[in-house]
């Protein structure tokens, strides 16, 4: 079982940066694939970001990539989400979520992660 907890979203101008960091409880972190999904209002959830166990591998939406960057700590069981270059369209409740122990390799899609976050909310103002 991993338990979830987001932090580091606000408000911010275009053009800004955050930080967002997803804290994890469980001693299976090390060893989970994570990922950074968002949702906008009135629209689907959708992927942001993922990162493998070790994190060696990442993969990334067309739409963010080049602006930010997702890394983690297992020492610290956290994974960060540095955001860039905000624009207005990046406005979301953004969830930290995590696959099953059993899965390394990298997924978008929202079905392949089994454990998420309570969310954190970012709004760019143009």
């Known amino acids: 079982q991993v338990q979830l907890g987001e932090s580091g979203g606000g408000l911010v101008q275009a053009g800004d940066s955050l930080r967002l960091s997803c804290a994890a409880s469980?001693?299976?972190?090390?060893?989970?694939?994570m990922g950074w999904f968002r949702q906008a209002p009135g629209k689907e959830r959708e992927f942001v970001a993922g990162?493998?166990?070790?994190?060696?591998?990442?993969n990334y939406a067309n739409s963010v990539k080049g602006r930010f960057t997702i890394s983690r700590d297992n020492v610290k069981a956290t994974v960060f989400l540095q955001m860039n270059s905000l624009k207005p369209e990046d406005t979301a409740d953004y969830y930290c979520a995590a696959r099953g122990s059993a899965y390394d390799s990298l997924s978008s899609s929202r079905d392949d992660y089994h454990y998420w976050g309570q969310g954190t909310q970012v709004i760019v103002s143009s």
């Open positions: 990162i493998s166990p070790s994190g060696g591998r990442v």
């Open positions: 469980g001693s299976a972190f090390s060893i989970t694939v």
